[in-house]
Every structure is written in structure tokens, then in C-alpha cells.
């Protein structure tokens, strides 16, 4: 990627902890609110939190059991199971390791 994403990245992920706080859920909304690349800057904003805060200074919504259900838009297939996915996942990473 570019250096100018580097540094926008970086940037809006060090606002969105700074304006948040201790509060998960801001964080990761005024992340998200900046644009930009803003999935990737408030999943990585969310991790630091994640690491700095730990689990317990996160709201349940944000970590609660998804029922093993996973929703796409490809076409066919609406959704997936959540271990099927993890399954199918990590027998391809193992035959790309070669073990």
C-alpha cells in the first residue's frame, strides 16, 4: 500500500482511540465516522483498545456469540456456518503450508 495510506491510517487510528477514550464503542464509531479506509483503521483502533482496556471494557454486544451464522451478498449462498468457514479456512492455509 502507498505511504499516503500508512499515514492516514495511522493517523485517524490514533484520533479515534484519542477521542473515545475509554468508551469501545466510540472508538470504534468515530473510527468508522472518519472514512477513509475506515474499516481497517477501526479494527486496528479496536485491537489496540482490545490490548490496552482487555476484554472486560468492552460491551457484550460487541463480543457475544453469533449463533454460528455468518450473511454474505454472494449470490447462492446468503450464509455460511461459522465453523464450516473456520474449517474450510484452515484446511486451505494447511495445504498452502504443505502440512
Not at 464509531?29 to 485491537?47: F, H, K, Q, R, Y
Amino acid at each position: 500500500m502507498h505511504k499516503i495510506h500508512t499515514i492516514n491510517n495511522a493517523a485517524l487510528t490514533v484520533w479515534g482511540l484519542n477521542i473515545g477514550g475509554d468508551d469501545y464503542s466510540k472508538v470504534i464509531g468515530e473510527t468508522v465516522a472518519m472514512g477513509l479506509d475506515n474499516d481497517c483503521t477501526a479494527a486496528t483502533a479496536g485491537s489496540i483498545f482490545g490490548a490496552a482496556y482487555g476484554k472486560s471494557a468492552i460491551l457484550e454486544h460487541w463480543t457475544r456469540d453469533f449463533n454460528n451464522k455468518v450473511y454474505s451478498y454472494i449470490i447462492g449462498k446468503p450464509q455460511f456456518a461459522l465453523d464450516d468457514m473456520v474449517d474450510r479456512f484452515s484446511a486451505l492455509a494447511r495445504k498452502t503450508l504443505g502440512s
